[in-house]
């Protein structure tokens, strides 16, 4: 029996304290949050966990400096000081990163200005990050030749923080925190509906990948539902203060575009002088971002927003070779939901990058729901303590918070699986020399679920064996994937558990040794359907998978 099948078999059974809907950010740490203090939860997504929004940020860590131009200060330091926490809880998954600002005649700025700016930021955020500076163009020139200085007038640098994997690995990392203090939790399970009677929730559940549908009990329930919130609330007929509006943003994932060296966010003002970056994603960058008004969730990359994003980046740096749309690797696209007050008009008049970026928690007593409105990840701590605070308010007893349901293992721990990576020689198993060193690699990406994995590698040492050509994973992390990470499809494992979908181009995957070896270990006899599923169809299965798997057909 799989982990999903036993969490679905509970969900069948059990009557929980909370039900979440929604495995985004928002719905990922209310589950670790409220089972980290003792309750009963359960958390649902009718996709994969963080599939929709989360999976399309910045992958940032940040105290909002771009919010400083509104003068929103209360924000900006609730921000920094969220950052500040979430860098001190998770020193190996979010680092330290500096931001580049490049200013021209066009800016809005003048650098000396930025740069008051940027000492006002680190002084609201209580100098947890290094010292910021102002750059002179020679400076600029020096550090980052791909930066073109031939307009600039100088710079900034401040640091923030920035997600070493991925915005989704990192949403998943709270929901197997949920699994482990004893959640119960199911991807591609969508609520149907939801009636109250007799002091209790009677939701019904379907499970997206057979149509089965089910019901389940629950006296509370949580509506993490993002960019559905509203929705979800309506179809219950509850009223709410405060509504989702929606903002659009695209990121692009090209080749790196600065110098190796140079491991910074490059910042530049757009045309329409809103700040835009060139975030580095290992050997890859992602450019973006854009924030557009919107009318629905469900929005894609178009020609225009392309268009966009490649002409700023052309204008402002000094590439070989002006960057086109054939370099695009892979495409993020999600919507921003912001929080307003229902009763404040429809906003079309009101500019829309300026629209706050707080959160809003709101909870109906008599119906016994808590909602939770916008949100960043960056102040994700704050989410899983405040909405746990409300369902205490409404009668489930929790134990102290104790601030231990968040954050990686202690530093005693850390030093032990160091020390056993280091008697084993684990990192002499890399193999590419441009990549990081295995021990750093694992412990961040699994903490305590590494130690495992030395075991395994000290059995049988083909489990540190690279397991695709074009992707950085070993075979024993695919092995511990299919035990631990709930990968239902093969999709949730190349864009959400890995980041292989966003940083390794399509035809690589489609030719690359190995992913019909990792279709099979992630889901045995059902490797030849997920792969269809994951490529179209069957028959749109390559000709190299086909021939690993040993099918008909294989060219
Ligand atoms: C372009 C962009 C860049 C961003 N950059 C950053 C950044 O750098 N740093 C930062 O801190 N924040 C950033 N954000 C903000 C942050 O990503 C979002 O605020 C956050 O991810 C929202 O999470 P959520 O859980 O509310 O929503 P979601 O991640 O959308 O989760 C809601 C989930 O509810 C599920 N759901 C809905 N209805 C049902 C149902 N009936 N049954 C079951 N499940 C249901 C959906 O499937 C979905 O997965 C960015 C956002 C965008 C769009």
């Known amino acids: 029996m799989t982990l999903r099948d036993r969490h679905l078999e509970r969900l069948r059974t059990e009557t929980f304290d909370t039900l979440i809907i929604g495995g985004g950010i928002n719905g990922a740490v209310a589950a670790a949050s ?17 599939h929709f929004t989360s999976q399309a940020s910045s992958n940032l860590v940040w105290g909002g400096f771009k919010y400083l131009e509104n003068y929103e200060l209360p924000l900006v330091w609730k921000l920094c000081r969220s950052r500040n926490h979430l860098m001190k809880a998770y020193p190996d998954n979010i680092k330290q990163i500096g931001f580049y600002a490049t200013l021209d005649e066009t800016s809005p700025y003048k650098p000396w200005f930025a740069g008051l700016g940027s000492l006002a930021y680190w002084i609201i955020g209580m100098f947890a990050t290094r010292r910021p500076r102002v750059l002179s163009t020679e400076h600029i020139e020096r550090e980052e030749p791909a930066i073109d200085t031939s307009n600039a ?57 057979t149509g089965e549908t089910f019901a389940t009990t629950a006296r509370t329930i949580v509506n993490a539902a993002g960019p559905f919130v509203d929705g979800v609330n309506q179809q219950w007929g509850l009223t709410t203060d405060h509504r989702i509006v929606y903002s659009k943003g695209i990121h692009l994932v090209v080749p790196r575009l600065t110098t190796t060296e140079h491991h910074k966010v490059l910042a530049f003002f757009d045309d329409s002088q809103r700040l835009f970056y060139v975030i580095p994603m290992g050997r890859r960058s992602v450019i973006g971002t854009t924030d557009t008004r919107v009318d629905t969730p469900f929005t894609e990359v178009t020609d225009d927003d392309i268009a966009f994003l490649l002409g700023q ?133 699994y903490g305590r679920r590494a130690f495992a994995m030395l075991e395994a590698i000290r059995e049988d040492p083909r489990m540190a064996e690279d397991i695709m050509g074009s992707a950085d994973y070993l075979r024993v992390e695919l092995h511990a994937a299919a035990r631990t990470e709930m990968v239902t499809r093969l999709e949730d494992f190349m864009r959400r558990r890995s980041k292989i979908d966003l940083v390794v181009h399509d035809d690589d995957i489609r030719n690359s040794t190995g992913l019909a ?35 008909a057909g294989a060219g």
């Open 34 to 50: 409220l089972a980290g203090r003792g309750a009963q939860v359960a958390v649902v997504d009718r996709g994969d966990f963080a």
């Open 153 to 209: 007038l100088g710079g900034i640098e401040y640091y923030d923080g920035i997600l070493v994997d991925n915005d989704a690995r990192f949403v998943f990392s709270f929901v197997r925190a949920a699994i482990d203090a004893g959640a119960t939790a199911a991807n591609y399970v969508e609520m149907v509906s939801a009636e109250r009677a007799g002091g209790q929730w009677t939701v019904t559940l379907r499970d997206v990948d």
């Open 313 to 445: 980046i052309n204008a402002r740096m000094d590439l070989a070779a002006p960057l086109t749309r054939a370099d695009i690797i892979a495409e993020r696209c999600g919507v921003r939901p912001l929080v307003v007050k229902r009763r404040s008009g429809d906003h079309s008049d009101v500019d829309w990058t300026k629209l706050s970026r707080k959160h809003a928690i709101e909870s109906d007593r008599s119906r016994c729901v808590v909602t939770v409105f916008g949100g960043k990840l960056t102040d994700c701590i704050n989410v899983g303590e405040e909405v746990a605070a409300e369902i205490e308010a409404l009668g489930v007893p929790l134990e102290p918070d104790l601030h231990n349901w968040y954050g990686e293992p202690a530093a005693a721990t850390r030093d032990e699986f160091y020390r056993q990576a280091r008697l084993m020689q684990l990192d002499r198993y890399r193999t590419k020399a441009d990549t990081e060193p295995l021990t750093d690699r694992l412990w961040r990406r």
């Open 517 to 551: 070896e990792v279709a099979e270990i992630l889901f045995g006899t059902d490797a030849e359907r997920r792969l269809g599923e994951y490529f179209g169809g069957v028959d749109d299965i390559p000709p190299a998978v086909r021939a690993e798997l040993g099918l």
